[in-house]
């Protein structure tokens, strides 16, 4: 679909940047940053699970 992974934004380089990919840098960033933000809360509700369960 085009999109790059987390791994290939954060690595980008500079000179993109300057070459006026900030658009999709930015929106890539931020599609990076919501999969992100999503494993995080699932982790934490697994983890908030297992706790719950280990009383």
């Known amino acids: 679909m085009g999109f790059k992974s987390c791994r290939e934004i ?7 940047l300057l070459n006026g990919w900030k658009t999709q840098l930015w ?3 931020l599609a990076c ?6 494993h995080w ?3 934490n509700a ?3 699970k297992d706790s719950a369960n280990n009383d």
């Open 33 to 38: 940053l919501k999969e992100k933000v999503s």
């Open 46 to 48: 697994i983890l908030l």
């Open 41 to 43: 809360k699932i982790s």
């Open 27 to 29: 929106n890539g960033n």
């Open 10 to 16: 954060s690595s980008g380089k500079k000179d993109e």
